[in-house]
Each structure stands twice: as C-alpha cells, then as structure tokens.
C-alpha cells in the first residue's frame, strides 16, 4: 500500500515529466520562418507612432492615423534591428527611411550604407544626413551601377526587391519587396554585402574615393 508521501512524490514527479515534455516539443517544433512580400505604392499615411511609440491619436498632423501599409511594415521590419543594419540601396532620399536608420545609429546599431557613386550627391539625396550623423557610407567604385536594393537585418532578416529608398517609389511607383528569415536566401546576401564593402572600402581607393562626383538628374 502507498504511503500518501509516495503518491505526493509520485503527483510531482509526473507533473514535472509532463512540463519536461512540453519544453522538449516545443523546442524541438521548429519556429515558423517570417516571409512577407510588400508592394507599392502604398496610401500616404503617418508614421509618427512608430518612431515615437505613443499612440497615433496624439498626432496632430493632417494625414490620415492609425493605417497600417507596406511602408509601415517596412519601417517596422528596419527598426526591428537591435545590431546591425547593413544597406545596399541605389538610390536614398526617403526622410523616414533616413530618420529609421539614424534612429537605429543613435540607438548603438551598427549601421553600413553602400550606395551608388553617381547617386550620392543628386539633390534630394539623404547619404549626407547618414554620414553627419556619424554613419559609414561607401560608395561604389567602378563603372557600373551599384543597383541593388537590399538591406539585411541584424544578419537573420534580408529585405530585398524593386524599391529604392525614395518618396517616388514607396508613394508613386508600382514596386515589391520581399521580406524574410530563410537562411539560405539571407546568407548569400550577407557575403555579397561582406565583398561589396571591401571592395568599395576608400582606403582601396583613394585616389578616386575624395573627388566630388558629379551632380545626376534624380532616378527611382
Ligand atoms: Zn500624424
């Protein structure tokens, strides 16, 4: 017969094998992978609350509150880094895209920028707001456009696709982006990044690095 201590110890001891368990299934279910395809253009809306955080009722601006687009879940996905932003993006003008990695830069986020050398200085341009700000752009070298438009996010989520980083394409334009954790489509981004930026780095190529490049008509 059992004394009620045995079955006491018996009671925890299943309890403790079910929660064991529990744990091994649910480390062992693998975590569902994020894939998000956005397109554009998307409706102008604001987009205070994601840089401040406070609701979007207390905004006072005169554009409609409380949307959420695919620029929207753009920002979000930029601002979700907590270690590295790196960006490789043709052409760069948007002001919130600007202030997201800024914010991200003040935030301790290693920020990388390469853009392409015709583009840096064309009016409108926000690589000068990044490099005052205290954040590393390179320019590409060569003779053919550095035409990518991608980013990768704390080396785990890649954003890729049609969208340059201007006003006309995320507003205008019908454009798309793909959004994703899939290693195997992150990983190949992160080395052509990692060759990009040694290639382009100035000290490679200083001669040509320091010259004002000339000023180009603004392309999406
Ligand atoms: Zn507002």
Not at 92 to 98: A, I, N, P, V
Not at 99 to 108: D, F, I, T
């Amino acid at each position: 017969m059992w004394t009620v201590k045995e079955v006491g110890l018996g009671v925890v001891a299943v309890s403790l094998s079910v929660e064991l368990i529990v744990l091994l299934v649910r480390r062992l279910r693998p975590r569902r992978t994020l894939n998000e395809v956005l397109f554009f253009p998307t409706e102008t809306a604001c987009v205070e609350h994601i840089f401040t955080s406070r609701s979007s009722d207390t905004c006072l601006c005169l554009l409609a509150h409380g949307v959420e687009s695919s620029f929207t879940r753009l920002l979000r996905h930029i601002l979700s880094a907590s270690s590295s932003l790196d960006l490789c993006i043709f052409a760069f003008s948007h002001m919130d895209l600007s202030r997201a990695v800024c914010m991200l830069h003040r935030r301790g986020v290693t920020v990388r920028v390469i853009v392409d050398k015709d583009y840096v200085a064309i009016t409108g341009s926000q690589i000068g707001v990044l490099r005052k700000a205290g954040i590393c752009v390179r320019r590409s070298v060569g003779s053919v456009f550095m035409h990518h438009k991608f980013a990768v996010v704390d080396r785990r989520l890649l954003i890729t696709g049609s969208l340059n980083w201007t006003l006309s394409a995320v507003q205008g334009n019908m454009e798309n982006i793909l959004v994703t954790e899939e290693p195997d489509l992150v990983k190949p981004f992160i080395k052509e990044f990692h060759n990009l930026w040694a290639h382009n780095d100035p000290a490679r190529h200083h001669s040509s690095s320091d010259q004002n490049p000339a000023h180009f008509t603004a392309r999406a």
